[in-house]
């Protein structure tokens, strides 16, 4: 129970670390913001969790799968338009792309947090798990929030370095992954058919163990990927980049113009 | 005089794309497969190995009949879906290529095991969706 509680805490709460510290460095958000974020994700969780069972029928039994999917796949959506502020930056969209980084807080906080809760109030009640169980969620919190610390660090002097698109590439990264990993949730309940093994590297970097869980959470790692999941992650990671370069060029030349 | 507005796509034309485009994407909902049933017990799987035919698409349904929740989970299958307590789900795997694929219980890992094996069959079973 103590190291399933700390592996649960690597492959869910570590997404909602991760998202957030690399949002507070973009965008030098206030700790308000966070509490903010982390209460409405919080009761968002709620009404999920609340309705899981009415959710899971819908679509023949696929609603859980689908819901997680589009959350995922909004949170890719939203990334994009911080990219894109960033490109037609104004002072008086700053409000607006703290709403939009609270929205992708919230909802990766009800994907990933439904997970806990489901696990939390399965076995809570059991008897003699209790102690391993808080003793995993103390290491598995430490874990989170030693790393997070680190990607802080890391993602500040990146910011101090190279500008704001340096934090955004970031963001982009980490959502593109989640998004590509959560591919097999429509593969699973048969609504987009099984693709080829694009390549294997579970004995390099095996998905079981920490470096995958890490390496999945930061970039999408998958030891196995699919044909299917490697060309949507290129498409998804290449074709921001490419547009969000070409607008900005665009966007420069024609301020210079003017001047 | 108002002249009748034109579609861009003629009826017969779209039809025949929506026909198209249906019977591609939606072919997955509609094709038939085997069924392979699993029940979970005390935290562990029962059948712990079954067998499918190799790059056949199946349907497992597990059957969680314990009092408390249990994600089935394999890194090696690709899968993870959560099976509340008591309650019945579905997952499609494959069409795999012959060799052993291993699942587990997230919530008890150490006692919910289980492998796929994945092999050429001559006969299938009878149990069709």
Redesign the interface.
């Known amino acids: 129970m103590l190291i399933n509680t700390v592996i649960l805490f690597l492959r869910d709460a570590l997404p909602i670390f991760v998202l957030v510290v690399y949002l507070y460095v973009h965008l030098q958000a206030s700790k308000y913001w966070l509490a903010l974020c982390f209460i409405v994700g919080a009761f968002l969780n709620l009404i999920y969790i609340n309705q899981i069972h009415v959710i899971g029928q819908w679509f023949d039994g696929r609603g859980i799968e689908l819901s997680l999917w589009l959350s995922q796949l909004f949170v890719y959506l939203l990334a994009l338009i911080l990219g894109h502020r960033l490109v037609y930056s104004a002072s008086s969209y700053r409000y607006f792309l703290y709403w939009v980084a609270g929205l992708m807080v919230s909802l990766t906080l009800v994907s990933k947090g439904s997970n806990f809760i489901l696990y939390f109030d399965g076995y809570l009640n059991q008897n003699n798990v209790l102690q391993s169980m808080l003793l995993g969620t103390f290491l598995g919190l430490g874990i989170c929030f030693s790393l997070a610390t680190l990607l802080y660090l890391a993602a500040k002097w990146l910011k101090q370095q190279l500008g704001p698109w340096a934090t955004w590439s970031l963001i982009l990264v980490y959502v593109t992954g989640q998004l590509v990993n959560s591919l097999p949730l429509l593969v699973q309940v048969d609504f987009i058919d099984e693709s080829a093994t694009a390549w294997n590297s579970q004995n390099f970097v095996s998905n079981e163990f920490e470096f995958g869980h890490l390496f999945s959470v930061l970039f999408g790692y998958q030891a196995s990927p699919s044909i299917v999941q490697v060309i949507v992650y290129t498409l998804a990671l290449l074709m921001p980049l490419a547009i969000f370069y070409w607008l900005n060029l665009n966007s420069t030349s024609h301020s210079g113009n003017k001047q | 005089m108002i002249r009748p507005i034109q579609p861009i796509i003629p009826v017969k034309k779209l039809f025949v794309i929506t026909t198209l485009a249906f019977s591609l994407f939606c072919?997955?909902?509609l094709a038939a497969?085997v069924e392979y049933h699993i029940q979970l017990r005390n935290h562990l799987f029962f059948p712990s190995q079954i067998t499918i035919p190799a790059n056949k698409?199946v349907?497992l349904v597990i059957d969680n009949q314990d009092n408390?929740?249990e994600?089935f989970d394999s890194?090696?299958l690709?899968?993870?879906?959560?099976i509340?307590?008591n309650n019945k789900?579905?997952?499609?795997?494959?069409?795999l290529e012959p060799g052993k694929y291993d699942f587990f219980g997230?919530?008890?890992?150490n006692t919910a095991r289980g492998t796929v094996i994945v092999e050429h069959q001559k006969q299938e079973s009878p149990d069709v969706n």
Do not use: C, M, Q
């Open positions: 072919h997955p909902l497969v698409k349907k408390t929740p994600e890194f090696s690709n899968r993870d879906k959560v509340f307590a789900a579905s997952i499609f795997i494959g069409p997230e919530y008890n890992p």
